[in-house]
């Protein structure tokens, strides 16, 4: 019957989370609103506005699961570990990614069985008014009383304890979530969680003392106590064994519960309880993971088990200092209840948001441009050395006109661009005239020092192809080292310290060097080349002699 009743439960779980899986909606991100409650929705407004850094938080689903399990008490007497039926239904809400709160219903049968013989029963009313128990002898603890068994070996009779014990619990647990926050992982498929409660006990604890007929079980006990004395660990099997082959299973005898000293629940005793509990739980899909969990209980009460009086070699039982508790090792299924709402929240990451944004800048605030160019050149005016550029002519970062070959007359002027230095001063259009060479007649003595005034060269944006102007430029540095072969010079640029731009710059003094050695072959142990971070403008190269 409880295995037809675990199926029927089984199937009416995998019929709800089926049910539930039609039921997904949004996608759940920050930026969906369906999922957001109407009273959060101000602070949504302004974390989308960019004027608050936090966005609201979800609607998320209820849980709702059941579980089976093995129950055990922890008391005077030795347990029977596994009973049935034993189940427990839930249901669970998150207040965080980290905290939720779990009304749970418990539901448990609990046996146990002494092996252990026991004769100080005299203050147990389970076992006191059914059997022939000692009476000691004030004064003379050694000395008992009483009517002889048939054998005459003993004067009163010994018990093996036993119970039966029906237990219902109502709880409300915090838990705490141990691992959904990840840093290197979005989601993980196991939830690890602890946590504790209060709540209420009530429980009928029942003894099996009388045989079918209605007569105690003195002669069995004896028997089993005779062939296997009082007990020891090698031969528990077969005392609990002999004990089961004599006794029923009707448990008809209620245990000892300390009368109306204790508050009742109908016919249960009832106690308040304290929980610690810890499990994992397994996402199987977005509304349903299956939950293995251990849970102990704590309750104020001695007499869980039927028993609270402890065994003494002579002289009357005295009651145990110790509280029976009671644990409850389950396996469950957890269902997720809800339409416009993300998962329950301690199946989500609270940093996929801030990852998402750090990686796709949704939020990036776009700063007023407030930058006056009187002139046009692209240069605001408080960085602009030139404020009066003519229109259409090219500067450099200063906002200074270009003027590649030094000679004057800015570039978007200069009808000779690229004018030797000794054919320089130039006219107004930049044009320089050239001296007569007269290297036949008077021959000029080689100069004692090296040519320096080298023009530069400049390059547009990160490109590092050399432009007709720079080849030309080159082609007249090359003019001069050619007159002194004893001549050495270094191509400089200027990067900024990230590696990307110094690797441009060697890429362009490598161009400028090939050039000099592959076009117009001057050596190249006569060109060495060097960038120096901060020295200039990143998009000149300068020619200077050694």
Partial sequence: ???????????????????SFAQIGGSGSVYDSSVIPAKRMP????????????PAKPRNMWEIGASIGMFTVSGDVAVTPFTFPNFAVHVRKAFGYIFSLRLQYLNATGKGQNWLVSENYSKNPAFATRYNAPIRIAGNPDRTVGTLDPTGARPYDVVYYNYKTHTQDLGLQGIVTLNNIRFHKQKTGIVIYGGGGIGATWYRTMVN???????????????????????????????????????????????????DRRPKLGDNTLKPSGTVLAGVAIRLGKRINLAIEDRWTFIKDDVLDGQRWQEQAAGDPVLTRDFDSYNYASIGLNVNLGGKSVEPLWWLNPLDYAYDELKNHRNVKIPKNDCPDADGDGVCDHLDREPNTPADCPVDTHGVTKDTDGDGVPDCKDKQLITPTECQPVDADGVGKCPEPDCCKNPAPLPVACVCDYPSL????????????????????AAKLKTRPDCMITLNGYPEASKASQANCQKRLDAAKMYLVEKEG????????NCEVGGGDKNTVDVKCN
């Avoid at 019957?1 to 049910?19: E, N, Q, R, T, V």
């Avoid at 001057?522 to 080349?529: G, K, L, P, V």
């Fill in 458 to 477: 400049a390059f547009r944006g990160n490109s590092s192809a050399l432009s007709a102007d720079n080849k030309a430029m080159l082609a007249t540095v």
């Fill in 209 to 259: 003392a009388l045989d079918p007929a209605g007569n105690s079980y003195a002669p069995l006990f004896s028997a089993v106590y005779a062939a296997h004395g009082a007990g020891v660990h090698e031969n528990r099997k077969d005392i609990r064994k002999a004990l089961k082959a004599g006794m029923d299973k009707t448990y008809e005898t209620r245990a000892d519960n300390q009368g």
């Fill in 1 to 19: 019957m409880a295995s037809k009743k675990y199926i029927f439960l089984l199937g009416f779980l995998l019929l709800l989370s089926g049910a």
């Fill in 43 to 54: 602070q949504q407004n302004e974390f989308w506005n960019s004027q608050y850094n936090f």
């Fill in 522 to 529: 001057i050596s190249a142990d006569r060109i060495t080349t």
